[in-house]
């Protein structure tokens, strides 16, 4: 895929959940997704770790918390946003439009590898991977990091378990 399609395709992505948004239709699918049980959860996961689709669905993800104990919605929403944050992060260090690549390149993350701050930037991503910032920033930094991609769908799987138990539990018990 060379870089001109590579970037059709991502706005083609953000054109197409721009518009879902304002016409309220992804709302609208996420609360279907209700609807379909453990798979709406997962669908739910996926969703969560996406700046435009968050909002959504940590509200599906807490629907689910009336028929699901929220341990069983965090493994499996967390299963889910780890498979979508897995797209992501072999998008970034595989596929990345060379034009991003190279402003990538060009900052200094890639030389704090060889530092002995070399952890800085996996601790940064990792934080911002479990707080309620869009997993995108936290992904793209690991990405772009050559983070091993068995210890970053582990990492993920961890760090979003965690923030959807504590957003799920807290509804449970209200």
Same mark, same amino acid.
């Given at each position: ?34 609807? +379909? ?6 669908? !739910? ?6 700046? &435009?689709?968050?909002?959504? *669905?940590t $509200? ?7 028929t699901?104990?929220p ?5 499996i ?11 992501? &992060? ?9 034009e ?5 390149? =060009? !900052?200094? @993350? #890639?030389?704090?590898? =060889?530092? #002995? ?7 940064i $991503?990792?934080?911002? @991977?479990?707080?309620?910032l869009?997993?995108? @920033?936290?992904? !793209?930094?690991? $990405?772009?990091? #050559?983070?091993?991609?068995? =210890? +970053?769908?582990?990492? !993920? ?6 923030? @959807? ?5 807290? *509804?449970?018990?209200?």
């Open positions: 895929m060379d870089n001109f399609q590579k970037w059709v395709v991502f706005l083609g992505i953000i054109a197409i959940t721009a518009i879902l948004i304002a016409t309220g239709k992804l709302h609208e699918i996420i609360i279907i997704s209700g609807n +379909f049980g453990v798979i709406g959860i997962l669908i !739910s996961g996926v969703l969560f770790g996406y700046w &435009f689709t968050a909002v959504p *669905a $509200a599906s993800l807490i629907y689910f918390t009336e699901y104990n341990i069983i919605v965090a493994l929403g967390a299963t889910g946003t780890m498979v979508g944050d897995l797209i992501l &992060f072999n998008f970034f260090k595989n596929q990345l439009p060379d991003i690549e190279g402003m990538f390149h =060009k !900052s200094k @993350i #890639k030389k704090l590898r =060889k530092t #002995k701050f070399y952890w800085l930037v996996p601790a $991503a990792g934080f911002i @991977i479990a707080s309620p869009p997993d995108e @920033i936290g992904v !793209s930094l690991l $990405a772009v990091y #050559k983070f091993n991609t068995n =210890k +970053f769908m582990l990492l !993920s799987f961890i760090l979003n378990f965690i923030g @959807i138990l504590i957003i799920t539990g807290i *509804a449970w018990l209200l």
